[in-house]
């Protein structure tokens, strides 16, 4: 096999069945260890896999490649997966997708990428979320070859400046993103403490706004997002109160954030209780990549998303204190 067959595609998009148990989701991850230097974990259930290289290491071309990690996951782990590849992140994710459970390899030549999207269900598409399928769809768009053939700009007018420059993109199978190496992540937690025990008020909600910016800036400059919060409260006397909630989108945003945490701070019923500190935890963690398309349809939530752009750009030349929300300047002691 000459080496031109064994590039013909390069990514590889793994999805296990979810949920899957985490340390079984790191043997997974071991095991594409295992084929390729180039795995980018896409946790809970996922990765990427770059395979130019491991297809000249192994002397196979992709599809067998997929289906020597199906085998091994299988007789190893019990561990079904779906396996889609392709030339671009975008292909080998949707690939992977149309695959029914509980398992099985897709793979898709650079030649068969304009045939193979086309008649595909826009919302199939890797990226495109119901919101801006169903915004498409009223327009007329309803398959990936017409979103493909619509003129960039008008994607553009239609799902905003980014989300319809990505979109009309993929559509054609351009995807410039390459598979970026990346471990399993730890969950991201950041807390204070108060100097003297305080109860709910002004310094408590004022310490938790805080947590709320610094877990947010954490997780963005990590390239994460959050699926769930935790909020520990710590009380005189060593005793403390733990929940969790998921979010509604994962999410790494400081609005988003912010609600739930106060959600749950209002939850935690501290009426007079003695507090020694705070901590937020962001739990479930996943790649920014795979949310960051799934951008609101709301003017005015984007326009806010953009000076959070901004204002960490600030934090990261000034330092963290340069520049915080009207809350916590609100709460403040």
Known sequence: MDAMAREVSTVMHVRCPDPLPERTYRQVLEQLADLSPV???L??????????????YHGVDARRLGEILRDRTISRLGVDVRVGIGPSVTVAATASARIPPPGGVLAISPGQVADWLGPL???????????????????????????AAVPPATVQRLLGGKAGRLAADRARGVDPRPVVPRALPASAAVSCAFPRPALDGAQVRSCLLDLVMQLGRLLRRRGQA???????VRFVG?????????????????????TLACRLMDGAGLQRGRLTGLALKGEDLLDAG?????LSLDRARESRLVAEEVMDRIRDKFGPGAIGTVGAFRHAP
Do not use: F, M, N
């Open 226 to 232: 959050a699926r769930a919060l935790t909020l520990t």
């Open 39 to 41: 795995v980018q974990a």
């Open 290 to 294: 795979q949310v960051a398309e799934q």
């Open 43 to 56: 946790p809970p259930s996922a990765a990427l896999v770059e395979l130019k290289g491991a297809l000249r």
């Open 238 to 258: 060593g005793t403390s109160w733990e929940k969790t909630r998921r979010l509604a989108e994962p999410s790494a945003h400081d609005e988003d954030l912010r």
């Open 121 to 147: 269900p826009v919302e199939a598409l890797h990226g495109i979320g119901p919101r801006q399928a169903e915004v498409l769809r009223e327009y007329g768009i309803h398959c990936v070859g017409l979103l």
